[in-house]
C-alpha cells in the first residue's frame, strides 16, 4: 500500500483557508455569534490560522461541551470558529481525499451524495431484491455498542499511518484524536449529567425516573477511547475505522446485500444459518478493533418488522412498506411545533419556515407517509 507524503503544505494555503471558512464553516455553524465574533477581526483571525498551520504550532482548542434532548439525549462538543476551520481542513486534505477511495459504496455515512437517504433507498432496493426472488429470507442487522466513544486512539492512528507518512500531518491528526483524553472534557459531562439530574427532580411527570436514568447512562472517555462527538474528521474516522470487516463482508463472506451507516449494519440472505456464520466473524472482527456488538444485534425473519434508520420495513400483500418509527413520528411533530413558534416571534422568516418543514417533508417522503405528510401540512 503506497503511502502519501509531502501534503502538510495544501492546508497552509491562505486561499484554501479562506476558501473553506466562506463556503463551509461560515454557512454551517448554526451559532451565529461565533461568526460575528470572529469576522470583526476577521483578516486577523485567517491570518493566525494560516501561522499557527505554517509553523506547525497548531493545537486543538478547548471544546464548548453541551447536552441536548433532540432528536435524544446526548453530549455535543461544539468548536471555536477557529477550530472548525482547521477541523474541516484536516477532514477534507488528509482523510476524506485520502481514504475515500478505499471505501466501499455500501459504506453511507458522512460521504457526499452517499448520506442517510442513499443507505435506505439502498436497504430497500436490497430488500425488495429478495422479496421478489424467495419467500422466505433473513436479514441480519448488527449495532455496536457505543461507536464513537471506543474507537481506539491507537487503532486508528495506525490505520492512518498506513496511508499517510507525512510527519506534520499525523501530528495534527493525532492532536485532535488525542483531544478527548483532556481532563476538563469528562469532569464537564459530569458536570452536565449532575445539573440535569437535579433538573429533572424538580419535574413532576410520569416519565422523570426514565429519564433520569437516560442520563445516568450517557457516557464519558476512557483514556485512548473515543472520538470528538461533532467533529468533521471524528465522523470521517469513524467512517473509515471498519473499512476490513465492509471488505470482509463484500469479499470473503460474499454477501452482497449489506449496507452500513457508522455504528448499524445490515445483511440480507437466504440462508439463516449462513448469517448465523456471519455474525461470529463480524464479532470476531469487531473485537478486533476493541469495539463490542450491542444487544440489538440479531437476525430477523422476513416476516418480521426491522427497524432501520429511523424508518421500519415491513411486507404487506407482498409490498414493501416502510414507515418512520414512532419515535421519529414525535420528533418531527415537536420540531414542527418548534418551527411555528420561532416563526410566531418571529426568530425565523417564512422562507426559512417553509424551507425546514420542505427537508422534514423530503425526509418522510423516502417511506409510506402520505398520511402522516398530510397531516403535517394539515
Keep these: 500500500m503506497k503511502k502519501v507524503g509531502n501534503i502538510y503544505k495544501r492546508i497552509t494555503d491562505l486561499n484554501i483557508i479562506i476558501d473553506m471558512y466562506e463556503n463551509i464553516v461560515s454557512k454551517n455553524t448554526k451559532n451565529k455569534s461565533k461568526i460575528e465574533k470572529f469576522e470583526r477581526f476577521y483578516s486577523l483571525n485567517l491570518i493566525r490560522i494560516k501561522e499557527k498551520l505554517s509553523s506547525n504550532s497548531y493545537i486543538p482548542g478547548k471544546y464548548n461541551i453541551f447536552l441536548i434532548r433532540e432528536p435524544k439525549l446526548r453530549i455535543i462538543m461544539s468548536q471555536e470558529i477557529r477550530d472548525k476551520i482547521v477541523n474541516h481542513l484536516v477532514a477534507k486534505y488528509f482523510l476524506i481525499d485520502i481514504f475515500n477511495d478505499t471505501l466501499i459504496h455500501e459504506n453511507c455515512a458522512t460521504r457526499v451524495g452517499m448520506g442517510t437517504h442513499y443507505a435506505l433507498k439502498l436497504f430497500k432496493k436490497n430488500y425488495n431484491y429478495y422479496k421478489n426472488k424467495y419467500k422466505k429470507f433473513y436479514i441480519l442487522k448488527f449495532d455496536i455498542s457505543k461507536y464513537f466513544y471506543n474507537i481506539d486512539h491507537e487503532i486508528a492512528k495506525k490505520l492512518i499511518e498506513k496511508k499517510i507518512k507525512d510527519k506534520q500531518v499525523l501530528k495534527i491528526i493525532f492532536s485532535i484524536i488525542d483531544s478527548t483524553d483532556e481532563l476538563y472534557v469528562n469532569d464537564t459531562i459530569n458536570r452536565l449529567k449532575k445539573n440535569e439530574i437535579e433538573r429533572l427532580k424538580k419535574l413532576d411527570t410520569n416519565d422523570k425516573l426514565l429519564k433520569i436514568e437516560e442520563v445516568l447512562k450517557l457516557p464519558t472517555y476512557r483514556k485512548g477511547k473515543g472520538l470528538p462527538i461533532g467533529n468533521m474528521s471524528s465522523q470521517i474516522i469513524a467512517t473509515f475505522y471498519l473499512n476490513e470487516l465492509d471488505h470482509y463482508i463484500k469479499e470473503v463472506l460474499k454477501i452482497k446485500e449489506y449496507v452500513r451507516y457508522m455504528d448499524d449494519g445490515v445483511l440480507i440472505h437466504n440462508d439463516k444459518e449462513y448469517l448465523k456464520f456471519a455474525k461470529v466473524k463480524i464479532e470476531e472482527i469487531v473485537n478486533k478493533y476493541k469495539l463490542e456488538l450491542n444487544k440489538k444485534t440479531k437476525i430477523y425473519s422476513s416476516n418480521e418488522e426491522i427497524e432501520f434508520l429511523g424508518f421500519r420495513f415491513f411486507r404487506k400483500n407482498n409490498r414493501t412498506i416502510s414507515k418512520v418509527t414512532n419515535k421519529t413520528k414525535k420528533r418531527f411533530k415537536r420540531k414542527i411545533k418548534k418551527i411555528y413558534k420561532e416563526y410566531d416571534n418571529n426568530k425565523i422568516s417564512d422562507e426559512e ?26
Excluded at 353 to 378: F, M, T, V
Design 353 to 378: 419556515k417553509q424551507s425546514i418543514i420542505a427537508s422534514y417533508l423530503g425526509h418522510l417522503g423516502y417511506g409510506n407517509c402520505n398520511i402522516l405528510i398530510y397531516k403535517i401540512l394539515k
